[in-house]
């Protein structure tokens, strides 16, 4: 059974930097693929990020330049690293097992809990 757990979220002002960590409680060495995604208030949920097990990685448009995503397979985990932060990217973010292929990611049905992030002054 795979398990994720969301860490590092809490509430920073603009411009402020925030890095979430996703504790995975395999190896994430096998995992197709990561993705963060994060659900504002009242909206759909959204996917901000992803890596494969291969490294590479995407992001959505309203963070290119601003958030990272990597990994750390010997600590099965995977972080985000959130520069530059706006009001606008407060959410509950969320990290999820899935694939990727042909330009997109397939989340499966495995998520962490969530990590309430806060931008505010």
């Known amino acids: 059974q795979v398990q994720l757990v969301e860490s590092g979220g809490g509430v920073v002002q603009p411009g402020g930097s925030l890095r979430l960590s996703c504790a995975a409680s395999?190896?994430?060495?096998?995992?197709?693929?990561i993705g963060w995604y994060r659900q504002p208030p009242g909206k759909q949920r959204e996917l901000v990020a992803c890596?494969?097990?291969?490294?590479?990685?995407n992001y959505g448009d309203s963070v290119k330049g601003r958030f990272t995503i990597s990994r750390d397979n010997a600590k099965n985990t995977v972080y985000l690293q959130m520069n530059s932060l706006k009001p606008e990217d407060t959410a509950v973010y969320y990290c999820?097992?899935?694939?990727?292929?042909?330009?997109?990611?397939?989340?499966?049905?495995?998520w962490g809990q969530g990590t309430q992030v806060t931008v505010s002054s």
């Open positions: 999820n097992w899935g694939t990727y292929s042909s330009g997109r990611y397939y989340p499966y049905d495995y």
């Open positions: 395999g190896s994430i060495f096998s995992f197709d693929g």
């Open positions: 890596i494969t097990s291969g490294g590479n990685t």
